[in-house]
């Protein structure tokens, strides 16, 4: 029983329920009038757009390909589809169009989005292969840029800027306008870093050649705070202040969180008191703390009383230690996240 839930999240209710699609929604996109709600699934083979507030279908359509990402435009007059050698515009008062995609036509499209301001009659994508694309107001691919990285999976289009999430923890800012690059974002931390010992904000900038880090998930940008949050494929978030772009150095983050990758076996909440006979055994851990263990190959301490942590990290509020249980660093990864996002390469991809 696939559905889209709206929720009303001041209030933390659920506004409505949307059941339509038989297999799962992959992905779902907003208007900007607020009417709209458009998703889309492969083995449905349809794309719905829903009047949300009156829980109706207004229109519908058939779709055969692979569907990774839905963007509206800015008047509400249309939308575009991505996904595998798949790049459509669909009119809610004429019949879907697709994009002419010349030379890129057998790359995958992990993602799209319209623009805005001055650039509102362009459509920006990305392929699996690492291309930042751009088709103009009649739907031709304009121009590319090489995002120089194995692999591309998500970006965030706004009046101002561009930011695509790649691989190995990339995030490049571009100009909508001119495509012109602007800068590489700051890295999340390394996989297997020992988090209790990260205290220092330097220590995140220091890059070691040998680290490997999470790839880029997922991409949002608010333009009001200029902050630009990530999501990694080691179920990490961060969100970074990128006021001034001009030197990313000076990008400062705000807020990050960690969490297993995997499926949580066991969680054990530690006592007040030691276990020993009578009380006589002090507590080694402050109040509020709890263990985690994960198929992800670590066992995780977790404290959620912020007045008596053990100490201070800059990565969580209330992750205090990971063990990691062995070596392997792929176990920390989510690999199917990838493919959700829309970095996938199966499909029959060529890269360029």
Not at 79 to 101: C, E, M
Not at 319 to 325: A, S
């Amino acid at each position: 029983m696939p559905a889209v839930r709206i929720w009303d999240v001041s209030e933390r209710v659920q506004v409505t329920e949307l059941q339509e699609h038989k297999y799962g929604v992959a992905c779902v996109a907003f208007s900007p009038n607020g009417k709209y709600i458009s998703v889309g699934y492969q083995h449905d083979m349809m794309v719905n757009v829903w009047n949300w507030k009156k829980n109706v279908v207004v229109a519908a359509n058939k779709v055969s390909s692979k569907v990774t990402a839905v963007s509206f435009s800015d008047d509400s007059s249309y939308f575009v589809t991505a996904g595998n050698r798949h790049v459509k515009f669909w009119y809610l008062d004429h019949s879907h169009t697709q994009g002419l995609l010349g030379e890129l036509r057998n790359n995958f499209f992990s993602d799209v989005g319209v623009g805005g301001g001055r650039q509102a009659s362009s459509t920006f994508c990305i392929t699996s292969s690492g291309l930042l694309c751009e088709f103009n107001d009649r739907r031709l691919l304009d121009k590319w840029v090489e995002l120089r990285t194995s692999q591309a999976t998500c970006l965030s289009v706004t009046d101002e800027l561009i930011f695509c999430g790649c691989s190995d923890g990339t995030v490049r800012a571009f100009s909508p306008v001119s495509l012109h690059f602007l800068c590489t974002l700051p890295r999340p931390h390394c996989l297997g870093a020992d988090i209790a010992s990260m205290v220092e904000a330097s220590q995140l900038f220091s890059c070691r050649s040998e680290a490997r880090y999470p790839d880029t998930v997922a991409v949002t940008y608010d333009p009001t705070n200029r902050w630009l949050s990530c999501v990694y494929n080691d179920h990490s978030v961060y969100v970074w202040d990128v006021r001034d772009l001009r030197d990313p150095r000076r990008a400062g983050k705000l807020y990050s969180a960690l969490y297993h990758s995997s499926c949580v076996w066991s969680l054990e909440v530690y006592p007040e008191r030691g276990r020993g006979g009578g009380g006589g055994h002090e507590a080694r851990l402050p109040s509020g703390s709890f263990l985690s263990c994960s198929s992800d190959n670590t066992i995780r301490l977790w404290n959620i009383d912020g007045h008596n942590v053990i100490n201070k990290n800059i990565l969580s509020h209330d992750l205090q230690k990971v063990i990691y249980v062995d070596d392997n660093i792929n176990s920390l990864l989510d690999t199917e996240s990838a493919t959700v996002s829309g970095g996938n390469t199966e499909g029959g991809v060529i890269g360029l």
